[in-house]
Every structure is written in C-alpha cells, then in structure tokens.
C-alpha cells in the first residue's frame, strides 16, 4: 500500500508539473499574440496619420494655387496661405499644419560660392555672406566678436563650396575634418538641413539656436531672395544685415509695410526711410515681393499614433506646385 500510495504521488506531480507547464506556454503564447496585435495596431495606425500628413501637403498646394491665382506677382501675409497654424479634427486625430515663406529668410546656401568666382579667386564677399556676418554681429550674441562671425562664414562657405581649398583664414576643409577624433569629410555641397551646422567648425550649439529663426535652408540652390512683404516683423536683425542699416531705421521700415506689402521693389525702396541711405542697386537687388518656396510643417495624430512632415514647395508659374523635399519628424 506504501508504495501504492508512493506512486500515485509522482504521478500527481507530474499531471500537476504538465499543467504548470502549459499554464506557462499559453501564458507566453497568448502575450506574444497580444503583443503582435498591439504591434500590427501600431503599424496601421502610424500608416493612418502618415496618410493624414500627405493629405494636409495636398490641401496646402491647393491653398498656394488659390493664393496666387488672383496676386499672380505679389507674394504676402494677406493671402491665405499665411493664416498661421491651423487645425482640422478627422476620424479617430487631428491634423494640424502651418505654411511659412522660406523666401522671408537668409538661404546658408547662398553662401556656396559660383564655380566663376572660385576660379578667378576673388577676395569680395558676396551680399549673402555680408548679410550673414551682418546678422551675427545685430544679434549681439555672446562671444561672437565680428573676428568669430568671419570664421563661421569663412567655414560655411569651405563647407558648401565644391573644392578642397581653404576659402580664407577661418575656414576648414579635408584635413581639419579628418584630424577630429570622430573623422568625417566636409559635404562640399549644399545644405540639406540646419542641423549640418553643428558639425561646422566656429559653430556651436548657442549660437545655432540663436540664428536658426533667420535663417534657413533651400534644397540645391543658392538663390539669395528676400520677400520683404513677409519678412517677420519681429526680424529686425535681418533687415539690418541685408541693407546694413541702423535699427531704428529698420524698425521703422517694418511698421510702415502695410498687410498688402508692396507692389514692387521700388515701391519698397521709395519709402522715406530708407531714401536716406546709402543703399547700393546691388543691395536692392536682394529683395523680392513673391515668393516660390515654402514650407509645410504638418502634424497629423490617429488613436495613439503621432506623425511629423516638413515639407518644401516650390511654385511654378503660380500653377503647379512641386514638392523638392520632404523630412520626417520635428525640426
């Protein structure tokens, strides 16, 4: 009887260790098969708001070629397209998006030099170099002398220009790259986005953030055009580093523009303030009053999913609108 009894005990522990056991097993599977739905939930769900954020860079083309279907030679802040940030509830999310003129702003790339101008080795800066110097010394920006602004103009125009020589005494190619502890080579191209700045020599991150509301970045062109009907009123230093002028002269310039800007540049250039100065016809020859570059920042949302686009457009003819880049996830 005891070892009866012996037995049926093993064997009441090995029926209970196999249900342990498969207790575990469907523990585990019905988890992973849980955690695949979430992940295939996941997946459709970011699919969604990514269609939601295409969906806004349609909506916003159709509103550029409305905006400029009656003003086909005049680009400003009256239009419809410079609304501000707007949002629009869909099924289950949210799209939110805003148009900026990238036109109201100093190109980096303009700073890449002419293939002409490299070979004749001609020490004149060009107006956008003299702008982006201008501008860092009317931000006042902490340990940024005019000595510190040519050298991150003098390294800017090495890292955007095509070949290997150094531009001036601040500037830095191949070797000044390849000698860090991390190695890497000069682009020798244009900018495809702010963020290349911190690999720059000069640059720092402080001084990135102060001047990353001035400036921006148009994809493979060196195109050096300010619109002035959108040029942000708040933007002081940049109209002082364009025309070099005082700041209350500046200050000025901007109060006086109207919502509707102007009609022309000599409309512009005819204002009081500015009859006064001493302003080159190259000078004014920077200015714009329309605009084919812009940019679409979107953020669309679906359940629990988040999708972030920036998108650049550029306007042809005020018909057709073609998108030349796009970047996913925030600035």
């Known amino acids: 009887m005891k070892q009866l009894s012996t037995v049926r005990g093993v064997a009441l522990i090995s029926v209970m260790l196999i249900v342990a056991l498969s207790s575990i097993l469907a523990t585990q599977m019905t988890a992973r098969l849980l955690l695949q739905m ?25 509103v550029l070629i409305t905006s400029f279907e009656k003003e086909s030679k005049v680009t400003n802040l009256e239009q419809v397209w410079a609304q501000g940030e707007s949002s629009y509830p869909v099924d289950f999310g949210e799209i939110t998006g805003e148009i900026t003129d990238l036109q109201a702003c100093l190109n980096l790339n303009a700073l890449r030099l002419e293939e002409k101008t490299q070979e004749q080795g001609t020490s004149k800066k060009s107006l956008a170099r003299t702008a982006f110097e201008e501008l860092l010394m009317a931000l006042n920006l902490e340990d940024v002398s005019q000595f510190e602004a040519e050298y991150m103009a003098d390294a800017l125009t090495d890292w955007l220009d095509e070949n290997s020589a150094i531009v001036s005494a601040g500037g830095a190619e191949d070797n000044d790259y390849a000698a860090k502890q991390f190695a890497y080579l000069p682009a ?30 148009l994809p493979n062109t060196n195109l050096h055009q300010i619109n002035i009907n959108t040029l942000n009123i708040e933007h002081v230093e940049l109209l002082m580093a364009l025309l070099t002028i005082p700041r209350d002269v500046a200050e000025q310039v901007l109060s006086a523009r109207k919502s509707e800007g102007f009609s022309s540049r000599d409309d512009f250039f005819k204002l009081p303030e500015l009859s006064k100065q001493k302003i080159t016809d190259q000078q004014k020859e920077q200015f ?36 030349i880049s796009r970047t996913i996830g925030r600035d």
Do not use: P
């Open 38 to 62: 979430q992940r295939a939930d996941n997946i459709s769900s970011n699919q969604q708001a990514y269609w939601y954020a295409m969906s806004a860079e349609a909506f916003a083309k159709r």
């Open 188 to 217: 020798n191209h244009y900018l495809a986005s702010l963020k290349e700045l911190r690999i720059i020599e000069h640059f720092s991150i402080k001084t990135i953030n102060a001047i990353k509301g001035y400036v921006c970045i």
């Open 288 to 323: 714009v009053v329309d605009s084919e570059y812009f940019k679409l920042k979107t953020t669309a949302s679906f359940n629990n999913s988040y999708f972030s686009l920036n998108s650049i457009l550029k306007v042809t003819g005020n018909k057709k609108i073609n998108v």
